[in-house]
């Protein structure tokens, strides 16, 4: 299985609303795609400027069927207007 911890840093001016509403329609979205196994979007409890989307995925042929979708393209495009992403990516 994969985990993908992919951190969202506003930029200045950026809007933590349209990056929680993008992520929101984003983890919708995928949580019908094949193989994948859990999504969530978190915001920090103690960085107003800072949310985190959590997913976890079967397989790396999962992951990628997953970041070719319109809707990935759409919201992640969405999202990166209002914040930087860092990715984090874990095997297990």
């Known amino acids: ?5 992919c ?3 506003l930029k200045e ?3 933590m ?3 929680v509403e993008n992520a929101k329609k984003l983890t919708e ?3 019908k795609h094949k193989g994948n196994v859990a999504y969530d979007i978190f915001t920090s409890a103690t960085r ?3 949310a985190m989307i959590c997913e976890t995925w079967q397989d790396a042929e ?4 997953h970041m070719a979708t319109p809707e990935f393209k ?3 495009g969405n999202i990166e207007k209002s914040a930087e992403m860092k990715i984090e990516q874990f095997n297990f």
């Not at 299985?1 to 911890?5: P, Y």
């Not at 999962?62 to 069927?65: E, I, Q, S, V, Y």
Request: charged share 20%; proline share 4%; no cysteine.
């Open 1 to 5: 299985m994969i985990r993908v911890n």
């Open 7 to 9: 951190f969202a840093k």
């Open 13 to 15: 001016g950026g809007s």
């Open 17 to 19: 609303a349209d990056v």
């Open 29 to 31: 979205a995928s949580l």
């Open 48 to 50: 107003p400027d800072v």
């Open 62 to 65: 999962a992951l990628k069927a």
């Open 74 to 76: 759409l919201y992640v």
